[in-house]
């Protein structure tokens, strides 16, 4: 059997649970198919470069597939055939990566230094003290 990584993009106005369950539903596909599905990760809801069917977000899902191609063309048939998926690409690969994936390693990097990373937000700032205004003086 090959390896493949697998990313779909589903519409935006699809709640997580029902993203969740298009996951199970392509799960079953591969597996029917007497394929495995490795790790899945879920990216969430990003804005899209250009608008797809009228969306500007999407929510974006990695699946790694371990199956034979003919399990693999019937859930990307699947996904054609459905409403709810925008896009689709499927990679083969010679091995599934270890841990967690480049958007999510991004994800854990951007929780560990905050927001704005080192820089002071607005109201942080030490701004020194007040001078009094030309009105207020006299």
């Not at 899902?61 to 499927?90: H, N, V, W, Y």
Request: hydrophobic share 30%.
């Amino acid at each position: 059997m090959a390896l493949y990584e697998h990313v779909f993009l589903a519409r935006q106005d699809l709640s997580q649970q029902q993203v969740d369950e298009l996951v199970e539903r392509f799960k079953g596909i591969i597996t029917e198919g007497s394929g495995s599905v490795g790790r899945v990760e879920n990216w969430g809801l990003k804005s899209l470069t250009y608008r797809i069917n009228k969306n500007r977000k999407a929510y974006y899902t990695l699946m790694d597939l371990d199956c034979p191609p003919a399990a693999l063309k019937e859930m990307e048939r699947q996904m054609g055939l459905s409403e709810d998926i925008l896009r689709f690409m499927t990679i083969k690969v010679e091995k599934h990566e270890e841990g967690a994936s480049a958007m999510m390693q991004k994800r854990e990097e951007r929780a560990e230094r905050g927001n704005f990373g080192d820089r002071p937000r607005f109201g942080d700032r030490d701004r020194g003290p007040r001078r009094p205004r030309e009105s207020e003086g006299e």
